[in-house]
T-cell receptor, first 110, second 117 residues
């Protein structure tokens, strides 16, 4: 099975930078996704990492270290609309279906 | 971008009712769609993988006679919650992938909030 761990909740100030961590324990790792989910809505795709390193996409960046079983999502220049749940999802064992973590609820305040 | 439409967005009905939820890929064909269930502040839990033209693959612990899945075309999958009870109240979300590559992300529908009274 897989074990995916994320903080339950984080708060940050508008305009600041926040890092949301995700650790996982799995065999046969083959990719990690980050999704954003606003309350009552479906998740939307943010990023995908399969190799070690940082992937930058506008205000959002995602980092992966396979040897440490660790990823983070970095959000810069936070906006109020970034208040949402951020889901880490891991693929492993040759499956193309990821397993989702519980998500981190990010609250951005003025 | 890829669009997945899910309908209805919200259902409130009496215990014992059967409820059908539709999931459509609007601008692409999806041989495989996925059905998830999400309780408040919990993770997305995969219920089943819907395969066009064949039987769905259910995850362990999901009753296939309770949650009927039909994937009759390349753009439509339906989930029917039969004889729904209050414990079936949840947020149900479908998703589809635009390609077969292992790196393809999933595109999610807007979800259906099911409330059984």
């Amino acid at each position: 099975g897989q074990n995916i761990d994320q903080p339950t909740e984080m708060t940050a100030t508008e305009g600041a930078i926040v890092q949301i961590n995700c650790t996982y324990q799995t065999s046969g790792f083959n990719g990690l996704f980050w999704y954003q989910q606003h309350a009552g809505e479906a998740p939307t795709f943010l990023s995908y990492n399969v190799l070690d390193g940082l992937e930058e996409k506008g205000r959002f960046s995602s980092f992966l270290s396979r040897s440490k079983g660790y990823s983070y999502l970095l959000l810069k220049e936070l906006q109020m609309k970034d208040s949402a749940s951020y889901l880490c999802a891991v693929k492993s064992g040759g499956s193309y279906i990821p397993t989702f973590g519980r998500g981190t609820s990010l609250i951005v305040h003025p | 971008g890829a669009v997945v439409s899910q309908h209805p967005s919200r259902v409130i009905c009496k215990s014992g009712t059967s409820v059908k939820i539709e999931c459509r890929s609007l601008d692409f064909q999806a041989t495989t769609m996925f059905w998830y269930r999400q309780f408040p502040k919990q993770s997305l839990m995969l219920m089943a993988t819907s395969n066009e033209g064949s039987k769905a693959t259910y995850e362990q612990g999901v009753e296939k006679d309770k949650f009927l899945i039909n994937h009759a075309s390349l753009t439509l999958s339906t989930l029917t919650v039969t004889s729904a009870h209050p414990e079936d109240s949840s947020f149900y979300i479908c998703s589809a992938r635009t390609g077969q590559g292992i790196n393809q992300p999933q595109h999610f529908g807007d979800g259906t909030r099911l409330s059984i009274l």
